[in-house]
């Protein structure tokens, strides 16, 4: 009869910030998980969390945001919320407003990328959430788009906030889909923003624009903006102007966030 080994596996449980990295994965539920409405009240967009690369012993609840640089510039306070959540025993979620600071007076704790709508920023969450961020290494650099892993046609996953929109009490985002519009890719260079052919509203600026590889979500763009088209016309006694949305929303390729998170760490 065959031996049957059985191996002890140590499950260390934090009373401070829920990880949920023993659940069974799914790779669209994980990327909602990830993905949280960031508002002023005036002002709403959506932004993802990001582990460290390393984390800090001494700071084990820390985290990457990341969202759309736009979307930072715009909060008018020095403060703004992330809707985090909270899950309860019977696994039902409540939504937690985290306040974090944003500026010091003038000077922004986020940090920009120079050349793309991009921004990050560390946070440190507070006890009682329920969190699952994405990995840096899901978040897809040019070689993905060279071995055509990514490519014009791959669908497109995009968790997000439509015009301050949540999917249900608890703060969850809606899930949109789509499908890359834009050849080619590379070089990322010459190609810093891509098309995706959704859509694309206020509000879902920051979100995360990913597919599934390998059973996981790999974010490769983060939503930037829209196209639409300006139609103006003139009679004796008005004026009028009418934008009409093409459907097609213009992210930023992952490349540049992953340079901003770095940038982040040098400074």
């Not at 899901?138 to 490519?151: F, G, M, N, P, V």
């Amino acid at each position: 009869m065959a031996a049957r080994i059985i191996q002890g596996v140590a499950i260390v449980v934090s009373v401070l910030v829920t990880w949920n990295a023993a659940m069974a994965a799914d790779p669209i539920e994980d990327l909602l998980s990830a993905t949280y409405r960031i508002t002023d009240r005036d002002h709403s967009g959506t932004c993802f969390l990001i582990a460290e690369k390393v984390i800090d012993p001494a700071k084990p609840r820390r985290v990457v945001l990341a969202t759309a640089a736009h979307v930072m510039r715009e909060m008018s306070g020095s403060r703004c919320e992330v809707i985090l959540r909270s899950e309860s025993g019977d696994r039902s979620y409540s939504r937690a407003p985290f306040s974090i600071t944003i500026r010091d007076g003038d000077i922004p704790n986020w940090t920009r990328h120079p050349a793309v709508d991009v921004a990050t920023m560390l946070i440190d969450l507070p006890d009682g959430v329920t969190v699952k961020p994405l990995s840096f290494d899901q978040l897809a650099d040019e070689s993905r788009l060279i071995d055509r892993t990514i490519r014009a046609g791959s669908e497109a996953w995009i968790p997000c906030y439509p015009a301050k929109l949540e999917s249900n009490d608890a703060g969850w985002p809606i899930l949109r889909k789509g499908s890359i519009a834009s050849h080619p890719l590379t070089p990322v260079n010459s190609n810093k923003t891509i098309l995706i052919d959704i859509r694309a509203f206020g509000g879902e600026s920051g979100a995360p624009v990913a597919t599934v590889v390998n059973d996981r979500p790999m974010v490769f763009a983060v939503v930037s903006g829209m196209h639409r088209q300006t139609d103006r016309s003139t009679i004796p006694f008005e004026e009028r102007t009418m934008h009409t949305p093409l459907g097609v929303s213009i992210v930023v390729q992952t490349t540049f966030l992953r340079e901003t998170i770095e940038l982040m760490y040098a400074h």
